[in-house]
């Protein structure tokens, strides 16, 4: 079986175009991959409540030559990427291993009760202008963020990465508008500038960084620090910044997504996904 056929990879090409139920039993044997081989068609019928004739029709979609090939091929796939990961990592994966330690370093630096209040107060100021940025790798994590809460129908724009154009938007801020800043190193001289400028306007300045004692706490509203790890002490492993980032970001799309008024931003962020 080659990677690029599998079952997933199948499945990605088709995302866009299973019926309700047939996510459902997608979702299902995402599950249960592993325990897959003994299924049987209906098993996996009355595991999802769906007819024959689904299950069926899911086949077909994905190009299989019925309901042996189907499961041969998802199990086959299980099986190839253990052993890719076998020996590519050896028995132990310690790249793995590395991710799930950025994780909860992460989750012991990350102070949960104050990001909440952050996503309530954000929230109760959806329609302030947003202006989010950074420098470096920092940058792609304020893309980041600022594409996931524009598709929630947040007013997000994403300042350029430019020493100049920040500094000129910053300048220009009022006391009703939010700037969010992302610099891991804390030390990055444009950023603590633009914070500083902006939080002489009177605007709402938000940080995040990797560095607790960084100058930008003088001069920010909201102050969040992450993990972030370019190399572990005990193996080379590179672990990109971003990891942590991105960590950091979804949990605030996840906060929002626990609000009294989620609907709201489902509905806008469904109608950003038609639009592509």
């Known amino acids: 079986m080659q990677i690029n056929d599998n079952f997933w990879v199948r499945v ?36 999802n409540n769906v007819g024959y004739s689904v299950v069926y029709k899911l086949i077909k979609k994905l190009g299989f030559n019925g309901y042996r090939d189907f499961i041969i091929n998802i199990v086959a ?18 790249l793995k291993e590395t991710y799930r330690k950025v994780l909860d370093l992460n989750d012991a630096a990350i102070d949960y009760n104050k990001l909440r209040d952050f996503v309530i107060w954000l929230n109760n100021n959806r329609h302030q202008l947003i202006y989010i940025a950074g420098i470096g790798q ?27 154009n920040l500094l000129i938007h910053s300048t220009l801020l009022s006391k009703n508008e939010i700037l969010i800043l992302f610099s891991l190193s804390g030390k990055t001289e444009v950023i603590i500038k633009a914070a500083e400028l902006a939080k002489a306007n009177g605007a709402t300045v938000v940080v995040i960084t990797s560095q607790n004692k960084s100058l930008l706490n003088n001069y920010s509203d909201w102050f969040f620090t992450i993990i972030a790890l370019d190399l572990t002490d005990e193996k080379d492993i590179l672990i990109s910044p971003l990891f942590s980032i991105t960590y950091f970001n979804d949990l605030i799309t996840s906060y929002i997504l626990q609000l009294p008024n989620k609907d709201l931003y489902l509905a806008n962020y469904h109608k950003s996904k038609q639009s592509n």
Do not use: H, P, W
């Open 77 to 94: 796939q299980e099986t190839t990427f253990k052993a890719l990961n076998n020996e590519f990592f050896g028995s132990r994966s310690i």
């Open 12 to 47: 990605s090409k088709e995302q866009n175009n299973f019926t309700k139920k047939e996510k459902i039993i997608i979702d299902y044997i995402n599950n249960n991959s592993q325990n897959m081989n003994n299924c049987t068609i209906s098993d996996l019928s009355k595991a």
């Open 138 to 164: 920092s940058a792609l994590g304020a893309r980041d963020l600022t594409l996931k809460l524009y598709r929630f129908g947040f007013k997000a724009v994403c300042l350029k990465q430019d020493d100049e």
